[in-house]
Each structure stands twice: as C-alpha cells, then as structure tokens.
C-alpha cells in the first residue's frame, strides 16, 4: 500500500499533487486513447489549478523520454538477460513494450513533472 501524502502516490495513482483526494484526469484507465491526456481544470477539493502556466505539460516530454527510457531498458533486461532471447527478439520486445505501454509512460511523465512545481500541503486535505 503507498503512503498518501507521499510524491510516489501521486506519481503512480495521478492523485491531485497537493492533497491527494481525487485523480487529476478525466477518465481514470489510461487506454481510454481519445482521453490519455484530459486533465481536468483544477482540483475539485483543494481548487488547485493543474495547469499552473499556459501549455505547463510540454515540460513533461523532457521527462517522458527518461521514462521512455527506464520502460526500454527494463524489457532488454527481461528479455534477454532473463529470457534469454537473441538480440532481435530483445529489439522488438523493447518497441513492443514502448508502444503498448504509451499511455502509462505519459501519464507516469505528466505526474512526476507535477510533482517536480508543487508539493502535498496537509492543510488542504482537512478543507
Ligand atoms: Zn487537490
């Protein structure tokens, strides 16, 4: 069970970053494609703006790319280093993993570049 109140909680449920008490997108499942990246404009408990500046989320590609990245290199370790597979097994393993798993590796970008300007307030939760 992840602690609220931590970054990591927000990172990996995409809990607002201040108080924790609600989902900041839409639709919840990232593989709803068309809604990916709806976020909603603000907080409904704590009224926190989600898109602190105009196009505030074009940050999170710089972020996107380390994600992409850690996704990359965890799927050549499975495959070839514990499945054993041949190096062309290992390459279509890793694109297979970077696009199947798309919509994570934005979500998980946008949460963490969040995270990165605005931090959990105590306060708000007891609002
Ligand atoms: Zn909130």
Redesign the pocket.
């Known amino acids: 069970m992840m602690l609220k109140g931590t970054k990591i909680y927000s990172i990996f449920t995409g809990a607002?970053p201040?108080?924790h008490?609600?989902s900041m997108y839409e639709t919840k499942n990232p593989y709803v494609l068309s809604d990916v990246l709806k976020i909603n404009e603000k907080?409904s408990?704590?009224h926190?703006r989600y898109r602190i500046e105009p196009s505030f989320f074009y940050g999170s590609m710089y972020v996107s790319y380390a994600v992409g990245i850690a996704f990359a290199v965890a799927a050549f370790v499975i495959s070839y280093l514990f499945l054993g597979s041949s190096l062309m097994t290992a390459f279509i393993a890793i694109v297979a993993t970077v696009i199947f798993c798309g919509p994570i590796i934005m979500r998980l970008s946008r949460n963490i570049w969040i995270n990165i300007f605005m931090n959990y307030d105590k306060e708000?939760v007891k609002k």
Request: glycine share 0%; hydrophobic share 10%; net charge neutral.
């Open positions: 607002c201040k108080c008490q609600e907080c408990h704590c926190t708000l």
